[in-house]
């Protein structure tokens, strides 16, 4: 009997084991307020689960320390590999590195650079950054429209990292919306890299300020450099009811600027939902299930009408 006992405690053991998945996860910065978001919908949608277990990464910021990272991963037998990399210019490495292996890799908010030729068994969660910058600059052209200023209105825009693709689209979408007929009346006095960074676009703004040129609305690439923006503008007393400002993430800073008539447009990016279905797109992977390439999570434009609707 105990023989018995023995014996199927063993084999209960070994099925326990065998449905354990442990998924490696290199994070671009752990420092970064949007990036903590997705990190914890990744963490908050395990805790759900049963026998998967998350080993998370910080790059800081370097690409040869994540890709040091995903090789690790590699080495430790990972089940699957998620990565937000650092420079969506350096993924094809990192591709090479979980395929070689057999290793299923989802890319997660930040598009890798070799998406049109991703191997099999790797996929992309995110959102449609055309959406993103779009709905937000076409927004700040309805703004500035309805102040009075479609005979002319200049503006400034904060790009974040440029070896990232998600700066680079949103810039982009920033030019297409103001190159529209209907929008064609907004002037893009300066554009410049603040990085993401609150500090680094109150720094930029100060000095556009010093120069004297005036200006009528702000479209950064994330609300971080938004709410640094505003702090400059704030600190050198301009009034925020004549400048339209701009962001992209509805991050609960930005929520609360929008709520004392500081920010005007963000663009509700589901980060915690990027990272919980970053998740589910691993373990479908793991499991040898097909799943698409691209897995698209809705941008939502967030104004003051209906900023309550995106508060906890």
């Known amino acids: 009997m105990k023989k018995l006992l023995l014996t199927a405690g063993i084999s209960a053991l070994l099925a326990t084991s065998a449905v354990a998945q442990t998924i490696g996860v290199s994070v671009a910065r752990f420092d970064d307020n949007g990036l903590t978001i997705m990190r914890n919908g990744m963490t908050d949608h395990v805790d759900t689960l049963d026998g998967v277990d998350l080993q998370v990464e910080d790059a800081q910021d370097d690409v040869a320390r994540q890709l040091d990272q995903i090789n690790n991963f590699v080495a430790s037998g990972v089940d699957a590999i998620i990565v937000n990399a650092v420079d969506t210019n350096a993924t094809d490495a990192m591709s090479v590195a979980a395929a070689s292996a057999g290793i299923p890799l989802v890319y997660v908010n930040r598009q890798p650079i070799n998406m049109d030729t991703l191997p099999d068994g790797q996929a992309f969660v995110a959102s449609n950054e055309v959406e993103s910058g779009t709905l937000a600059a076409f927004q ?41 007929d209907m929008c064609n009346f907004i002037t893009l006095i300066d554009e410049q890299t603040a990085n993401w960074s609150r500090d680094e676009a109150q720094d930029m703004m100060t000095n556009w300020i010093s120069s004297g040129e005036p200006f009528d609305a702000v479209f950064a690439n994330n609300d971080e450099m938004a709410i640094g923006a505003i702090q400059a503008m704030k600190a050198s007393g301009l009034s925020m009811e004549e400048i339209v400002v701009g962001g992209v993430d509805a991050t609960a800073d930005a929520l609360v600027a929008m709520q004392a008539g500081e920010l005007d447009v963000t663009v509700f990016q589901d980060l915690a939902g990027q990272g919980a279905g970053s998740i589910d797109t691993a373990l479908k992977l793991a499991a040898g299930e097909e799943v698409d390439k691209t897995v698209f999570i809705p941008f939502k434009l967030v104004t003051p009408e209906n900023v309550a609707d995106f508060l906890n």
């Open 140 to 180: 700040m052209c309805q703004d500035l429209r309805a102040q009075g200023k479609s005979g002319g209105a200049q503006a400034y825009m904060l790009m974040g990292q440029l070896s990232n693709q998600a700066a680079v689209q949103r810039s982009k979408d920033f030019h297409d919306v103001i190159g529209m």
